[in-house]
């Protein structure tokens, strides 16, 4: 059967025609930041820009590029014709006809599009598998899910229920297990903040002079910081370490010299030149910085197991496309005549 065979009760509803120069616009955009990202990470390279710019200077463009890639290709693959009637869905796209009968259906959710508040119908098959997803870009899109939505209750039946609770389970793990990866990442970076003003300190307070062999000597990946790998032995104890030195210093020294150093008593690991080191101006670095960062990760993760333990329990957390509110509601917002307006 395809889209044209035409049924008493069918009713036809038609994507607005500027939907899809909008999903164009998005993918052209998205390609512009993600260049701009592109260039700010060369940009970052040649000023030596510390992490925290890094994230601001590329990472965070190219994240905004790809989501906005994603979310334009995701509203030119919407079909631009559906076609609802007793037999089953039927959707056309710039490409092809595509029909799906209402036995084949296994449920229908109700959400938003990503991070925007466009309200978004997936239609999913037996197995939990998308078979088609449709926006409100859409004329008359609620009467259109009102159709589908009283067409899938009546033969769905238990499947939906079933289909809704597995896939909120998995969302649900994937979030406990990236709140407990998040959770060790930010000890992880709580502990090596504090052993490094631990370090720190004990430079101050307790420092010891001694001589470090030079074991590499070599400019890094970006073409002009330089920077050389000396090791010490000293108290029966040996470290390496790699800094950045100052050019001149740089020239001067060979592999094999010995330079001095002064390190922490007892702990050769904490160390640094006597001359020629250039120092990590890293906001990181610091107590504010590196604490900061290990309590917004922290904070992060507890949010993260929260949502999760809600996804197992058949909640979740979204954005009310009307009022731009979050809210807590029903995972998906199973599709029932008694859950909409």
Request: with cysteine; proline share 3%; glycine share 12%.
């Amino acid at each position: 059967m395809t889209i044209e065979e035409r049924s008493s009760d069918e009713e036809i509803f038609l994507r607005e025609r500027s939907a899809g120069s909008k999903g164009a616009w998005l993918i052209a955009a998205g390609v512009g930041t993600v260049c701009l990202g592109l260039a700010g990470f060369a940009l970052a390279v040649v000023t030596r820009a510390g992490p925290l710019r890094l994230q601001a200077m590329f990472t965070m463009p190219v994240l905004f590029g790809i989501g906005m890639i994603t979310a334009g290709w995701s509203i030119l693959r919407t079909p631009r014709k559906v076609v609802v009637n007793r037999e089953g869905l039927w959707f056309e796209t710039a490409q092809s006809q595509r029909g799906v009968r209402w036995d084949q259906v296994g449920c229908a959710l109700v959400g938003s599009a990503g991070l925007s508040h466009r309200q978004l119908l997936n239609v999913v098959d037996l197995n939990g598998k998308s078979i088609v997803k449709l926006d409100d870009s859409f004329d008359h899109f609620e009467r259109m899910v009102k159709s589908i939505v009283g067409r899938v209750e009546a033969r769905a039946g238990g499947v939906a229920n079933s289909l809704v609770r597995r896939k909120a389970r998995r969302q649900g793990i994937l979030a406990i297990v990236f709140g407990c990866v998040m959770a060790l990442i930010s000890g992880f970076i709580a502990w090596k903040t504090r052993q490094d003003q631990l370090g720190e300190r004990g430079l101050t307070q307790n420092p010891v002079l001694a001589q470090a062999e030079i074991v590499r000597k070599f400019v890094a990946p970006n073409g002009f910081t330089k920077r050389i790998e000396y090791r010490i032995q000293s108290e029966s104890r040996s470290a390496t370490q790699n800094v950045e030195v100052e050019p001149a210093f740089w020239g001067a020294c060979q592999k094999g010299d010995l330079i001095p150093v002064i390190h922490v008593k007892g702990d050769p690991g904490f160390s640094r030149l006597v001359r020629g080191e250039v120092r990590e101006r890293d906001p990181t670095k610091t107590p504010i910085g590196g604490f900061g960062m290990a309590a917004a990760g922290g904070v992060l993760s507890l949010g993260l197991i929260a949502l999760g333990v809600l996804l197992w329990n058949g909640w979740d957390v979204d954005i009310d496309s009307k009022t731009g509110k979050w809210l807590i509601k029903r995972f998906g917002t199973l599709v029932s005549k008694s859950s909409l307006p």
